[in-house]
T-cell receptor
Framework: AQTVTQSQPEMSVQEAETVTLSCTYD???????LFWYKQPPSRQMILVIRQEAYKQQNATENRFSVNFQKAAKSFSLKISDSQLGDAAMYFC?????????????????FGQGTILTVHP | DAGVIQSPRHEVTEMGQEVTLRCKPISGHDYLFWYRQTMMRGLELLIYFNNNVPIDDSGMPEDRFSAKMPNASFSTLKIQPSEPRDSAVYFC??????????????FGQGTRLTVV
């Protein structure tokens, strides 16, 4: 079974600084997708960034970028120029891709979450 | 599309009562997920469906929990009888079949359940 681990229950950063959130996962699959979701106090789950395992290039979305290390099964999120609006719970997630004979394709598993505080 | 719609947004019930949570996925999506969020356990996958068929219900905590998807546009999660430890936020999410173009799931606003 796939598992996702976020070892940092809480992180904090000063406004305009850079912060990195960690995520590791365990899988025997070769093809899959990885995500970072943001959950602000409103409770809404918002997709921040996605990474396809078959792509070597790290995904970027404006101030958000990832460091994807497939061999190490590591998927960290870097937030540059942090803003007060970035304060939220951040979840790392793993999704199985389709594989012949696979039984868990499409399954979406989340880590425990990291609470990010941004100080003005 | 209005997105994934969950009802009710808040539910307060007494221990022992039956609780039914509802979800309307985004039209055309093949997958539907039910999650439970608590401070202690984070976001747990309870069950997920593909084309209305349950694929994996290993996350359903006990026989008191059941989920159905009678058609492509509606799903329910039922707890009977409810207990105080079931208090949590329950999320429904839906998605297309994951491929190179569409991979992510879209979430509803969640239902905050309080069992007293």
């Amino acid at each position: 079974a796939q598992t996702v681990t976020q070892s940092q229950p809480e992180m904090s950063v000063q406004e305009a600084e850079t912060v990195t959130l960690s995520c590791t996962y365990d899988t025997s699959e070769s093809d899959y997708y990885l995500f970072w979701y943001k959950q602000p106090p409103s409770r809404q789950m918002i997709l921040v960034i996605r990474q396809e395992a078959y792509k070597q290039q790290n995904a970027t979305e404006n101030r958000f970028s990832v460091n994807f290390q497939k061999a190490a099964k590591s998927f960290s999120l870097k937030i540059s120029d942090s803003q007060l609006g970035d304060a939220a719970m951040y979840f790392c997630a793993y999704r199985s891709a389709w594989t012949a004979g696979g039984t868990s394709y499409g399954k979406l598993t989340f880590g425990q979450g990291t609470i990010l505080t941004v100080h003005p | 599309d209005a997105g994934v719609i969950q009802s009710p947004r808040h539910e307060v019930t007494e221990m022992g009562q039956e609780v039914t949570l509802r979800c309307k996925p985004i039209s055309g999506h093949d997958y539907l997920f039910w999650y439970r969020q608590t401070m202690m356990r984070g976001l747990e996958l309870l069950i997920y469906f593909n084309n209305n068929v349950p694929i994996d219900d290993s996350g359903m905590p006990e026989d008191r929990f059941s989920a159905k998807m009678p058609n492509a546009s509606f799903s329910t999660l039922k707890i009977q009888p409810s207990e105080p430890r079931d208090s949590a936020v329950y999320f429904c999410a839906s998605s297309f079949f994951p491929n190179r173009l569409t991979t992510e799931a879209f979430f509803g606003q969640g239902t905050r359940l309080t069992v007293v």
